[in-house]
């Protein structure tokens, strides 16, 4: 079925009225007939007689996968400058991709709505109570807090309890000055409270109605890393985060001398395999055995790829809460 | 029936239970030995009195003290009684606590205070037969003054404080005699609630103590409470003066009620009649006005209401804080949180016996707190309390309940026995409280909370004559009543707050006590006048 035919809504000879104040420039409409005379396009020219417009998107699709591929090398290469060449000065926004620890952009997103995560906001502050005992301090949950803090709206609180008497100046400024908000406890997203008391196990409260207090350092550090990054979806890989964190406190910081001297060869050869304890990501298994490792004394005679690694935990920056108790 | 068992001060609880065996033990041999003893001294009165008597001189009943003589004695003190004082003869005077005589030989146990120690008088070369049945016959609670010598002991003497040392009795004389029928036995107004039930012995009733009230307060238990009652006032005290504050005295016959709520008592005033100040509220807010700064004050608070509760007195002790602010409110819950801290810390630190006492005869656990002291909004109270399955609405003020309920949830999450409830419904409080600035429907005031009871009630106060009127007026508060308190506004005041705590409830929440005549010493309540 053929279609009726319209006449042009103006005539072709219409001369716009042009502004004189700017300078002129040769019409590229015009042009369009002299453009072959690119070498890449008199010899199409030549061979098909005519530009095929197909082949000119397929061009620029190809330039454009040559350009994010090469986006893509330099990325890598800045990546494996930071893990390789420890002093390094770290990309920004390397690190904070790193942090966040996030696979793909999606789960990121997912996480950072609590309410998912922790159940319906009823109005009270969220408020994750923990305590521990001022003799051994929680290096990880300290190192947590931090890149919780950088993630969501936390009050943070230190209180000792009437358990203990006496408890050193550096424990109850450990979380950080005080936020200037800290008055209006509505303003904030998450409440962090820590209390110096004398327990003999470090302890967690969460929501008393439906959850029994938590008991030891590593299972507070998951139920706080989960609420930065959900943990590996891939069974095996979680299992390795948390076969990690178990060595880290049962191996590292209560064993012996020979069983931290084990830990340590092991931490080296899976070291030597991948950049991060848990393969390509940073994870759980980084911090704790990062703490861990520097809980248990002077590190002069660690081997080299967990030195190495080392360095680049503290490159990331998340260290410092746990760094200012070990001077 | 005399019973030699009394619990010491210092000795530990456990001690005091294995006891419990040994006393039974102990009491049957008694009531042998009395029974003997009666025949006994049949037997020896009916050989008549006209048997020669060497140490007439060295006991009897002193001529009453009139303040004829000053001697020069020392008397020593009951609790100065240690091994170091061995083998040294010493005055002392103290009250005949128990008396069990033993054919030849009469022990008593002595007490000052909540010390006490025993003492024997023996048919020997010092003491006659005579005197040996005089001491065994002095009424309990009678006042001695008693010439001894301080012998170490080889076995500790359990039942007293003085457990390392006895005294051997060389003369005594009654100072003051007691009626030998006591209203209640000192001993059974200690016992622990359970025991009497389970072993048949006899407890007393609260009436009957507060109605003997001065021989009630001669038990250990209350010689402790009062104690540390002291304690607790001196500790706001010294707090409060180190912050600089200064204590200031109120007038409490007032013209005006100053809180509503609360009933007032009226009292004939001359030709017109007037009112027992309700709480100095109005006059702590005029010495801010009047540039003090900070203020507090320690003085007798009356309410007229009608409650026959285990909380609520008519007359109390109250213990109120003012303070001028500089920019926030906060300022004023952290000055008066750290203050309660300092008590707190202050009673742990230095007042442990009497705590051990209090709680040998009234069970509890020790007080917890935090420091800094934990704050929690209203509505996070009421989401916790929702989430409990309480349905309340948000304007709602707390029923005495559900506070309990909340002081279980926030002891169960935070694990402390005080903490601060901040920003109530304005609704729910006086007129002179300034509403929260960006919600019109709270208020900056807080309450504070021992073991689930409110023990402090206080907020930010209005401070501006105009603001102060349209509250007066919403609250339909007649303003010509009122009119010298809003006046006081009217020529420049600075921002304030503060509140006050009753001394009373303070000391029967830290204690663990189930009622508050326990720490009043001579209670007022609708149904209690006198002593």
Redesign the interface.
Known sequence: MSMYQVKPLCGSLLKPDLPTCMYTLPNIHTQQGNSCTSEVCSEHALQNGEVDPAVKALEARQDEILRKLYELKAAVDGLAKTVTTPDADLDLTVSSSLSSDSPSSTTFKGVTNLDTLLGKD????R?I?I?ANPAQPPLTLLVLHSVLCQRYRVLS?V?????V?NVPPQLLSCLGPRHADS?A??MFQLGF?L?W?DVPKLQM?F???NMCPIEGEANVARFLFKLLSPYPSDAALATLVDSWVDTAFFQLAEGSAKERAAVLRALNSALGRSPWLAGQEFSLADIACYCCVLQSGPASSTPNNVQRWLKSCENLGHFSPAKLFLQ | MTKDEVQGATEEEQQAQSKKGLKKQQKEAEKAAKKAEKQAKLAADQQGPEEDDFAKDRYGVSPMIQSQQKLDRVLVRVQDLTPEKADQLIWLRARVHTSRAKGKQCFLVLRQQQFNVQALVAVGDRASKQMVKFAANITKESIVDVEASVRKVEQKIESCSQQDVELHIERIFVISQSEARLPLQLEDAVRPDGEGEEEGRATVNQDTKLDNRVIDLRTTTSQAIFRLQSGVCQLFRDTLTNKGFVEIQTPKIISAASEGGANVFTVSYFKTSAYLAQSPQLYKQMCICADFDKVFCVGPVFRAEDSNTHRHLTEFVGLDIEMAFSYHYHEVIDSITDTMVQIFKGLRDNFQTEIQTVNKQYPSEPFKFLEPTLRLEYTEALAMLHEAGVEMGDEEDLSTPNEKLLGRLVKEKYDTDFYVLDKYPLAVRPFYTMPDPSNPKYSNSYDMFMRGEEILSGAQRVHDAQMLTERATHHQINLEKIKSYIDSFRYGAPPHGGGGIGLERVCMLYLGLHNVRQTSMFPRDPKRLTP
Do not use: P, W
Request: charged share 15%; glycine share 4%.
């Open positions: 009823l109005g009270a502050l408020d109570v305590n609180t209180h000792v309890h009437s358990s008497s008055y406890r509505q409270t209390i008391k409260k929501s008393v109605q």
